[in-house]
């Protein structure tokens, strides 16, 4: 049998979580460019079932990896909610919510940044089978195999390293339904006045999430990328019918798009399903020296958004392997701690929180709530956002913030 091939990194996974770990680990530490393989399924440029919405946290990511965004983009300065107890504006006096990409340009323009890094991506190629046993992490491929130090499960929602380390739990995977609809710029709100648009009224028919209408370019041409998320599909699989219930609120959420047409023709391949893992604090995200980041690991069960969460797991994850490779052994551990104590853990157990009241049997009275303050409106904005890093202050001081905002009129910058 071939040898394996040895490096002190494998990633499982050529995306935004397997890519900014090997980015992050290189700037930490120059002398491992050459060390690290990513192996992707695919090949890039890949085409990825995703909304592209990049959040300004993801945006101060890039800049800290000094890269720039050199793919067609759309920025987002506008946006609102329909909820089941009226409309709710998300706008932050012009600011930038949301860059618009496709994934898969951003993906490949990833890979290019990781390979000038020093980085080996081995594209087309299937991880087959994981195992460990000191010192080190074999991973078998269709291709091949490789040996290394530390292996990082960075595959996705259906990731083959979760499932063969850490179980197949599939309780946390939720879903999504999308597609793309050709528009004219000049008569579509979300072109003329670069907004974007959620829909949290399908809550109240019970999806446990949400429709979306976001503006983007496809070739250049601006089209809609309209989706709906459910948070908790499985739920009602029993029942049958799941797509055309999805499909059913989707339509209702935007009635003046031709979604129903598509529905009626039975144009299936318009319509792109894929999974969504969420983050749930009872995981675990390390197992002796394999560790899971982004959609592996879970990300936002709000809002299913994961490109943040692979960023931000991708710098931890990175801080804790140069560790253990300096010889801290306890290091791993801490990475899975941080996805449960650190800012980006506590962030998404607050998430996970929100999730479970605004799509629970009260829902109503926490959009309520939502919609009290504007000012309070405008932190949880910038909070979510992680805009200049809110995202990362201390629950107590955001909490009084919030409170001399709402209560005595402060700005809330």
């Not at 067609?72 to 329909?82: K, L, N, S, T």
């Not at 980006?344 to 996970?352: M, R, T, W």
């Not at 909490?399 to 009129?409: E, K, Q």
Request: net charge positive.
């Amino acid at each position: 049998m071939e040898s394996s091939r040895k490096f002190d990194v494998v990633i499982a996974g050529a995306g935004p979580a397997g890519l900014a770990t090997a980015l992050f680990l290189v700037k930490n530490r120059p002398g491992l460019a050459g060390r690290i393989v990513a192996i992707e399924k695919s090949a890039h440029p890949r085409f990825k079932v995703c909304a592209g919405g990049l959040i300004p946290k993801t945006m101060l990511a890039l800049d800290e990896l000094g890269i720039r965004l050199g793919v067609p983009a759309v920025e987002v300065i506008r946006g609102e909610a329909a909820t089941p107890v009226g409309g709710v504006d998300l706008s932050r006096g012009g600011d930038v919510l949301a860059t618009v990409i496709r994934r898969d340009r951003f993906d490949a323009m990833l890979a290019r940044a990781a390979r000038e890094a020093g980085v080996e991506i081995v594209q087309r190629d299937r991880v087959l089978d994981v195992s460990q046993d000191a010192p080190n992490v074999r991973v078998t491929t269709e291709q091949g195999s490789y040996e290394a130090q530390v292996l990082v499960g960075a595959d996705g929602s259906g990731s083959r390293v979760r499932r063969a380390v850490f179980g197949a739990r599939k309780e946390t995977i939720g879903r999504a339904l999308m597609t793309d609809i050709a528009v004219d710029p000049e008569r579509t709100p979300e072109f003329t006045e670069k907004r974007y648009r959620f829909d949290f009224r399908c809550v109240s028919g019970g999806i446990s999430g949400y429709s979306w209408s976001f503006p983007c370019l496809i070739r250049g041409a601006p089209h809609l990328n309209v989706g709906i998320y459910d948070q908790r599909p499985r739920e009602f699989a029993e029942h049958g019918g799941e797509q055309s219930r999805m499909i059913a609120e989707l339509v209702a959420a935007f009635p003046e798009l031709p979604l129903d047409g598509l529905k009626r023709r039975a144009t299936t391949t318009r319509w792109h399903s894929f999974p969504i893992r969420w983050f749930d604090a009872a995981d675990s995200y390390a197992s002796g020296r394999i560790i899971l980041a982004g959609d592996a690991a879970g990300v936002d069960p709000l809002m299913g958004e994961g490109i943040s969460c692979a960023f931000e797991h991708g710098k931890v994850a990175a801080d804790a392997i140069c560790k253990f490779l300096d010889g801290d052994g306890g290091a791993l551990q801490s990475y899975d701690r941080a996805l449960h104590e650190a800012a980006v853990g506590k962030k998404l157990d607050k998430l996970a929180f929100a999730a479970r009241h605004f799509y629970g049997p009260r829902h109503k009275l926490f959009f309520r709530l939502a919609r009290v303050s504007r000012r309070a409106r405008e932190i949880g904005v910038d909070w979510y956002n992680g805009a200049r890093h809110l995202d990362e202050v201390p629950t107590r001081r955001l909490i009084a913030r919030w409170a001399r905002a709402v209560l005595l009129g402060e700005p809330v910058r």
